[in-house]
């Protein structure tokens, strides 16, 4: 190839190199660093119905009734009857009728549900200051209130999970949706 | 002197009319005149030039942050169903009346928090992604303010919105204090995707969990489909640093999806097999029927419109033109019409859209209305591109519990009575 030629077709390679969008070479970036299992053991508070990360402890209603008296029943409540926070007891049976009364007996799901939920945002003023086993009994104390377990039953890893709530079936997923 | 310059202006608005003048060189012969007469009145007396008192005052200096102007009285409306007992446990609703356009000034977009905002030390915070991934990971906000951005408009609807709608006698409130929490807004940040890539997702996973730094440390579970998909992690909103309310410094966006699942102050995110059923997805945010059973993972937030002008609590100075505007919107993608009644329905004449193009942001709708001085029963009603339509209230209301809060997405009616007064009703 002659030099003009050779000039010729790297004019014509740039000038469609400048027609054409440039396209970054940059590979995508990676600011993620590292993190070790100690580390996040703090934070994966999460607990699904499985009882997968539940941690160790335990308590039973019983105890459970002195954790209530000092940090929930303020707002909920003697015997969970609620106001001016949430109910947590009674309603079972309601649910169809024209006054439904949606309570951790009558409409949860999930036994599981009450450990994370108290574990993570209870009580209102001071998340994440119970010990694990006052979670656990707080939990129980509430389980038993709507006739779940009983007063002396214990609650830790193993045994919350296979707790049956009431309303185990009265869900219907929307997940994946249904189209028309 | 007045009278002359009054003389000009009818001279002139009469010309521009294009009224029958059989001498018009005369004509404007003579309006000169007066003009010119008025001008030499006006200086021999000395009187001052026309003009309001700030036009002879130097103006106020700069501000480093505005304000609106101290004539418009603009604000959220508050709903906290524990009262003082936790403020920040509820809602503020999106003075929606009171605007107009599409996209929602960050003062005024609505706020739905469960346990107030958190003070958050942008230093400090951290997001974590782990679970079944292969390179568990850490991100200061520093580091997520490197990667490459995008932009998206995208409406945030409470699924709770427009449950004050639903109580037994229609509340006389602004149309945005019953259906105000809804907002739009501008969102710059990154496709979620990046993250997860980086991380490496696992086979098995095929949900994540996604938890706020926040007091209630709220989380919710998400599939996995949608967080490959149009989700995004937010960093800016209308061109500014997230604000405290909205998720300061870091929060996941779900385009179209449920309010809460876009979740704030984000510090975690967990990669699942299955839903975590998370407190504000079984005990919450689930659609209850009349049987005593209730829908779980009512993701999508349905298609929906509300008039904002005129709404409940307005009323029209009088009869003759006003203009019908309000806002519409789709979880599901673009709005593709929205019609208006006048007559509660009995008949429908198509509204103009301005923002129709653009899947999962509000749309801004305008009808010119004539309004007799009769009273009239205002309505509007969107479809989306997928053919959903807009349910009639009684339609929506048979189909669940009597208590149920959420998606209500029905026809929302405003009575004009015959004095102009704009009332809430049933229809």
Redesign the interface.
Known sequence: MSTRSRIAVAAAVTLVACATPQRTEAP????????A?A??AG???????SGEGLPLGSGTARQGLKVYEQHCLA?HGAQGVGK??DALAGGVGS??T???L?T?GS????S??LF??VR??MP?NN?LSLTDDEVYAVSAYVLFLNGVVSEDAVMNAQSLPQVKMPNRE????????RR? | MLRAAGSRAIIVAGWAKGEAMKDRRSFLKRGAALVSGATLASRANADPLAGEPWERVYGAGFTKYGQPARHEQIGRHFGQPYGELAPGSGAALSPIEMLDGIITPNPVHFIRSHSGTPDIDPKAHRLYIHGLVDRPLRFSVDALLRYPRITRTYFLECSGNSSRALTPKPAQVPAGAMHGNISCAEWTGFPLRALLEEAGVRPQAKWLLAEGADSAHMSRSVPLEKALDDAMIALYQNGERLRPEQGYPVRLLLPGWEGNMSVKWLRRIKLTDGPTHTKDETSKYTDALPDGRALQFTFEMGVKSVITRPSSTMKLAERGFHEISGIAWSGAGRVRRVEVSTDGGQTWAEAALTGAERPRALVRFRYPWEWSGSPALLQSRATDENGNVQPPRRDWVARYAPDTRFHNNSIVSWGVESDGSVKHVYA
């Open positions: 995508p970036p990676r600011f993620g660093e590292p993190v299992a580390e996040l934070f994966d508070i999460s607990i699904p119905p707002c001016p926070a649910l169809a024209k006054t439904p949606r951790v409409y949860w799901p999930y599981t549900t994370d939920y993570r945002a209102l998340p009265g869900f219907i997923s929307d997940w994946p949706p028309n």
